[in-house]
């Protein structure tokens, strides 16, 4: 007899082989991870090459001071330029820029790596924007009411 844990097969992600693979951002939440860290999980399809179109990607990017550097590259590689902005990982500003890479095309480049407990994993090690898609600016000023807005540029004078 064999058995089936759904609460473990129902949750592994494929092991891809080692190349670049052209994903569409699905979604992004935040999680914790099982070492209390709070991270980002992002879920993308893959859209090329053929052979894995269509299937779902996941990666985990963690919310710490050594760390930001790879979610910086992934919003970067989606297109989305922020490079105005400074703000706190926990605002809701940081979820818009997150939301903005949503549908969003890139390239990730994929290396076969392995847990601490020896199982295969993907690690993402590399993003690229994707030329044809045009690039999105976001300022921060989208999320400032128009009074505001007003306030700050008498104050630049």
Known sequence: M??????????QNPIYPDGTYKVRINHFERVTASTGTPQIRWRANIVSPEEHAGRSIIIHTYLTDKSLWKIANLIFGCGVDVTKLKVDTSSPVYDRICQACVGRL??????QSTTPSGDPKNEIVQFSRDE?????????????PDFLKKEWKEEEL
């Not at 064999?2 to 949750?11: A, H, V, Y």
């Not at 890139?106 to 290396?111: L, S």
């Not at 044809?132 to 400032?144: H, N, R, S």
């Open 106 to 111: 890139t390239y990730w480049r994929n290396v």
């Open 132 to 144: 044809t898609q045009d690039v999105i600016t976001l300022t921060g000023e989208e999320d400032v």
């Open 2 to 11: 064999t058995m089936c844990d759904f609460g473990k097969e129902t949750r």
